[in-house]
């Protein structure tokens, strides 16, 4: 059974950092893709890093994606945040495909359950 945990999220001011951990766990194949989406009340989830490099628009610069590929851990290193990062933040895992990434969100198999970043200014 394939589990996907996030950690970290939290109520921080605008300039602060967050570092968001994911762990997946259950699968037998390491270096799959797995990415982070964001998704604010009212608007659709977004891709926000993957572990292909690929980084939304609103955060590059900011924000930087890692992983260990033995473990199946991505971390997200948040930056310089602003009040509009705040959202539900999702971790998520490609079984099919191995390591390429694509920025659709049903393109990927298994979801956590999210962990929140509130930035307030």
Known sequence: ???VVESGGGSVQTGDS???SCAASGITANRNCMGWFRQAPGKERE???LTSSY???SV???????RDNA???VWLQMDNLKPEDTAMYYCAIRISGGVTCY???GSFDYWGQGT???VSS
Not at 60 to 66: H, P
Request: net charge positive; proline share 4%.
């Open 116 to 118: 929140q970043v509130t």
């Open 47 to 49: 891709v926000v890093a």
């Open 55 to 57: 980084y939304g628009d």
């Open 71 to 73: 473990k199946n851990t």
């Open 1 to 3: 059974q394939v589990q």
């Open 60 to 66: 590059k610069g900011r924000f930087t994606i890692s």
């Open 18 to 20: 967050l570092r968001l």
């Open 103 to 105: 920025t659709n969100p």
